[in-house]
């Protein structure tokens, strides 16, 4: 490590550390409100009447069709057109917490899909409503079989964190950009800045594969 870019780190280390806290910050928000929606979603996707599982099925199509580039301008862009005027951490948050929605939405199809029907039945035979049923038997079911396939989407939103600094949130991109303007070691805080989103998604995914074990059923 050469001193120049030692010397840069230490002086750019605050900088630094607020890219990485709001990457991580925006990134946790848009999993979770992503994973709410996306359950919303998959809920009519799975047991909706057809004007419901046809709009479900039409959000879910369309906003995986749509690049995430183009979410996170949308949301900023033509949303103020329309007199909702989002900061730059709203409509980052919103853009991938719509993202990853449907991806969540897809992904709980398929889990409860996946589930017995004989426990359905046995649910309603106990007297148990259609969403407790969902609640307590179906959901905790679907979940635990989705479980990795959400970690992927998890990892893959906290990489399209990215690209909010397109619209000027300061993460860890934007940070980079500011510091290498500074002092033109490009490919020393490049290389820095995978590092870190490499570290921050290796820790999603072994946390994820933490919870895998032990949610499973033995």
Same mark, same amino acid.
């Given at each position: ?29 848009? &999993?979770?409100?992503?994973?709410? /929606?996306?359950? +919303?979603? %998959? @809920?009519? =996707? $799975? ?24 979410? &996170?301008?949308?949301?900023?862009? /033509?949303?103020? +057109?329309? %007199? @909702?005027? =989002? $900061? ?131």
């Amino acid at each position: 490590m050469s001193t120049g870019f030692s010397n840069e780190l230490w002086a750019s280390r605050f900088i630094l550390l607020d890219g990485i806290g709001t990457c991580i910050f925006v990134s946790f928000l848009a &999993i979770v409100f992503g994973t709410i /929606v996306g359950i +919303v979603v %998959g @809920l009519p =996707l $799975t047991y909706g009447n057809f004007i419901f599982r046809f709009l479900a099925r039409a959000y879910t199509d369309f906003i995986r069709g749509i690049p995430v580039l183009v979410l &996170i301008l949308t949301f900023y862009f /033509v949303l103020s +057109v329309l %007199g @909702l005027n =989002l $900061t730059a951490m709203q409509a980052g948050i919103a853009s991938l917490s719509i993202f990853s929605s449907a991806h969540v939405a897809e992904m709980l199809r398929g889990g409860l899909q996946n589930v017995q029907k004989g426990q359905i039945e046995a649910a309603k035979a106990v007297g148990l409503s259609f969403f407790q049923t969902f609640l307590y038997v179906s959901l905790p079911q679907a979940l635990r079989q989705i479980l990795p396939t959400w970690i992927n989407t998890a990892v893959e939103t906290t990489k399209g964190s990215t690209l909010v600094s397109i619209i000027g949130v300061v993460e860890i991109t934007l940070v980079m950009q500011q510091i290498i303007g500074r002092n033109f070691l490009s490919m020393e805080f490049y290389a820095l800045a995978g590092l870190i989103y490499f570290i921050i998604c290796f820790s999603i995914e072994r946390f994820g594969k933490f919870i895998e074990k032990k949610v499973a059923i033995k």
